[in-house]
């Protein structure tokens, strides 16, 4: 099981974090991401990182610099920093696991219900 919680309400160039906890899952031997979906878009991969203590991390262009994965082995907790917020980061954020392939997006199976983020 998958559970986002940190979403909300910033106004451009605000932050936020986001946190996911799983449970049912040997945490420290999976793939985990966070995609997001805006109304009429499509579903995109955000953020990903591999499994382990210092795993790699993978974004998307368009939050490089911006958002930083990363994750609590111990507590199983997955973590998206948000900075410099705009507009057009306004949509639901998932959680997601992924068995394999932490860098590819189509690899990831398993979501979380989501939490919204607005920014405006």
């Known amino acids: 099981q998958l559970v986002e919680s940190g979403g909300g309400s910033v106004q451009p160039g605000g932050s936020l974090r986001l946190s996911c906890a799983a449970s049912?899952?040997?945490?420290?031997?999976?793939?985990m991401g966070w995609f997001r979906q805006a109304p009429g878009k499509e579903r995109e991969g955000v953020a990903a990182?591999?499994?382990?203590?210092?795993?790699?991390?993978y974004y998307a262009d368009s939050v490089k610099g911006r958002f930083t994965i990363s994750q609590d082995n111990a507590r199983n907790t997955l973590y998206l920093q948000m900075n410099s917020l705009k507009p057009e980061d306004t949509a639901m954020y998932y959680c997601?696991?992924?068995?394999?392939?932490?860098?590819?997006?189509?690899?990831?199976?398993?979501w979380g219900q989501g939490t919204q983020v607005t920014v405006s």
């Open positions: 990182i591999s499994p382990g203590a210092g795993g790699s991390t």
């Open positions: 049912g899952y040997t945490y420290s031997s999976i793939c």
């Open positions: 997601a696991a992924s068995p394999a392939f932490c860098g590819r997006w189509t690899s990831y199976n398993s």
